[in-house]
């Protein structure tokens, strides 16, 4: 009987004003950390990159490095699997498999000028 004098022995305890405060200071201190934290993201995030950038631009540059040396890749390989195809199927023996070999490379490197925005697509107006 002696705990539930004090009001102690419920777990009900009401907080006073003086715990409020340091609570509420504490909670404001936390949100103006956050807010810093944000802002210096935002700061590094709109920057060009130059001094290394963060882990999301560093990894978007390879996808799209990995996609261009792809698309060059493909266009070679599906050339020259062509021409070995007429070599194969006309007996013209190396000269299928050269043309289209330079015709694949031909069609990657414009795939690849095209990927990367050096040339505007005429198609899309």
Do not use: H, Y
């Amino acid at each position: 009987m002696a705990g539930s004098a004090d009001g102690g022995g419920d777990g009900n305890r009401q907080p006073s004003s003086s715990e409020e405060a340091a609570l509420s200071a504490r909670l404001g201190s936390l949100d103006r950390r956050l807010s810093e934290i944000r802002d210096s993201r935002n700061v590094r995030t709109g920057q060009s990159g130059e001094d290394g950038g963060d882990g999301a631009a560093r990894a978007s540059a390879f996808a799209r490095g990995f996609r261009l040396s792809s698309e060059l890749i493909a266009g070679v390989v599906v050339g020259a699997g062509i021409g070995w195809g007429f070599d194969r199927l006309l007996s013209t023996s190396p000269w299928g498999l050269i043309v289209f070999f330079l015709l694949g490379f031909t069609a990657g490197v414009v795939n690849v000028v095209r990927s990367a925005g050096v040339v505007p697509d005429k198609t899309a107006r």
